[in-house]
T-cell receptor, first 116, second 112 residues
């Protein structure tokens, strides 16, 4: 149990376009989902925390108008990178936490974004 | 000072040896700690969690926590080439919605 999927697993887009990444909890209800970004040879950096039905909380330095997060249901959160630029190229990873399991985060397989 | 610090490595050990990975943290309020393994191009996978002072063993892995010294470690016994990966230490921020704060990771290479 506790499987988290992401779609797509990789995406290549042109500069200026928008890209949507989906994060789904397949066998549990995720009350909280987290979005991370990882650049090559660097660690995971938390971008934002989203709770089902409420606005996401963004970390300092993350542009909320550029990285739109929607957590509309207990099994789905989406991250939309708007007007993507080459510097947004990165590995985006989501994780999900279920109600009552505060210490456990289940990670998705990640989405590799390349902006040309 | 980073909140969670690890030596970036690379740490190289021969097959069959014990690999020792270390991590220090600065927030005394953190109570829960995690070790993740990440292969190149993949997402992190949880290896161990530890919440109390002392040792916790799971197969070839032993996590150690010393809250007084703000120190967490991971020992891998009988290291295998398949253990070659980056190991990430993470601390849970209980007072901030349960965010995980990751160290920069230690790259481990196990030589056959």
């Amino acid at each position: 149990g506790a499987v988290v999927s992401q779609h797509p697993s990789w995406v290549i887009c042109k500069s200026g376009t928008s890209v949507k990444i989906e994060c789904r909890s397949l066998d549990f209800q995720a009350t909280t989902m987290f979005w991370y970004r990882q650049f090559p040879k660097q660690s995971l950096m938390l971008m934002a925390t989203s709770n089902e039905g409420s606005k996401a909380t963004y970390e300092q330095g993350v542009e909320k108008d550029k990285f739109l997060i929607n957590h509309a249901s207990l099994t789905l959160s989406t991250l939309t990178v708007t007007s993507a630029h080459p510097e947004d190229s990165s590995f985006y990873i989501c994780s999900a936490r279920r109600r009552g399991a505060y210490n456990e985060q289940f990670f998705g397989p990640g989405t590799r974004l390349t902006v040309l | 000072q980073k909140e969670v610090e690890q030596n970036s490595g690379p740490l190289s050990v021969p097959e069959g040896a014990i690999a020792s990975l270390n991590c220090t943290y600065s927030d005394r309020g953190s109570q829960s700690f995690f070790w993740y393994r990440q292969y190149s191009g993949k997402s992190p996978e949880l290896i161990m969690s530890i919440y109390s002072n002392g040792d916790k063993e799971d197969g070839r892995f032993t996590a150690q926590l010393n809250k007084a010294s703000q120190y967490v470690s991971l020992l891998i016994r009988d290291s295998q080439p398949s253990d070659s990966a980056t190991y990430l230490c993470a601390a849970l921020r209980d007072n901030q919605g349960g965010k995980l704060i990751f160290g920069q990771g230690t790259e481990l290479s196990v030589k056959p």
